[in-house]
């Protein structure tokens, strides 16, 4: 739904968690009238005896590439929502800005985070990650689930250094981590998270067969 290969539609909907507490989301979209371009979503969110937990908005921007939706991004057994709301091109590469919604342990109430990439899913070591770039760099994000939604702990540049010219194969990547303000929260700072998140089996998946390098 983050990056789909063709725009898909933005259907009112009814939607039902699987996870222990059953929440219903009902989903409308809004625009001025039926020519213009879609401008918000808004989904009520119901418990099982129907009554409204929460309601959430968010707007939306014309390139928004898919509707609203519903998976367990951090294998908690909870699901999240999902809201792509729009899309732009970098180096020739589509990357999509959603936000995900998140309630932790057995609440019925939502904190939101935004992201940008072309995929989310678990690192592999306890966080989620986006993936997004072009095809000549890949940038992963990693957030930790927390209490207030998931919260940024640091973001990587992976870049290809050295390529067989007659194969295309990237024989070498470098691995780059930038500084941000939840690595307090895990108490490293920047040169230790690129050691530490560098060698994680999100970054390694990335030209997995290339030679890891210093820059």
């Known amino acids: 739904m983050i990056n789909p290969a063709t725009p898909q539609g933005h259907p009112n909907c009814r939607m039902h968690s699987h996870d222990r507490l059953g929440l219903t989301f009902d989903v409308s979209y809004w625009s001025p009238d039926d020519a213009e371009p879609l401008m918000a979503v808004k989904i009520s969110v119901t418990d099982p005896t129907g009554a409204l937990v929460q309601t959430i908005d968010e707007l939306l921007e014309p390139t928004s590439p898919a509707g609203v939706g519903l998976e367990d991004i951090d294998g ?7 809201i792509p709301m729009g899309q732009t091109r970098f180096n020739g590469s589509p990357n999509t800005r959603f936000s995900v919604w998140r309630a932790a342990g057995d609440s019925s109430h939502f904190e939101r985070t935004q992201m940008v990439g072309q995929a989310l899913y678990p690192s592999g070591d306890g966080y989620v990650v986006t993936n997004g770039g072009a095809l000549t ?36 990547v470098s691995c780059r981590a930038h500084q941000e303000e939840g690595l307090g929260s895990i108490d490293m700072e920047v040169h230790q998270a690129e050691e530490v998140f560098c060698a994680s089996p999100a970054a390694l998946a990335i030209w997995p067969g290339a030679q890891r390098v210093s820059i």
């Open 76 to 82: 908690d057994g909870r699901d999240e929502i999902i």
């Open 137 to 172: 760099s890949r940038d992963l994000t990693f957030y930790l689930p927390t209490g207030a939604g998931f919260t940024l702990i640091t973001s990587l540049t992976i870049e290809p250094e050295q390529v067989d010219p007659d194969t295309g194969r990237v024989l070498t």
